[in-house]
């Protein structure tokens, strides 16, 4: 797209179903550098990564040829394969539907990798549905709480 020229940086959250936590510590460092690769390959760029036993947060540049939904898609999809057949549960791995992004401007982006990579020190503190909720009311989405996460007696 010659002479397109944009800034749109998100801020993504999504989580495991049943907000189970199915992230392997030991491995997380694994599953994060899988997950650099999907975006790459997809042309994207990603600027921080980092997550929680049963949450994961990103930061992406995002590039107007690609649609957000079909970049999670292939992002959510691609990783639990990924960790299935790494065989590293019992279970399988499946992502909770949906995710949350939210975009911010170049001057907040060192904030936003130090929220990012500060994730467990967040966590001593809040849980992630306390952190998601925060987050959807500080951008002001509207939410129907009652579809907001699956317990995992719902699953």
Not at 78 to 100: C, I, M, P, R, Y
């Amino acid at each position: 797209m010659a002479n397109t020229y944009t800034q749109i940086h998100l801020h993504i959250v999504f989580a495991v179903r049943g907000r189970a936590s199915l992230i392997p510590v030991a491995r997380a460092a694994t599953l994060y550098s899988y997950i650099t690769g999907i975006i790459t390959q997809q042309g994207q760029k990603l600027l921080a990564i980092n997550g929680m036993p049963d949450h994961l947060h990103l930061l992406i540049g995002l590039r107007p040829d690609k649609a957000l939904s079909d970049l999670m898609r292939d992002v959510k999809a691609n990783s639990a394969k990924f960790v299935n057949e790494q065989h590293w549960l019992a279970a399988k791995f499946v992502w909770q539907d949906g995710f949350g992004a939210f975009s911010y401007g170049a001057s907040q982006l060192p904030a936003v990798i130090r929220y990012i990579e500060r994730q467990q020190e967040h966590h001593a503190i809040h849980s992630f549905q306390e952190e998601y909720r925060l987050l959807l009311e500080q951008f002001g989405v509207d939410y129907n709480p009652q579809y907001l996460f699956k317990a995992p007696q719902e699953e």
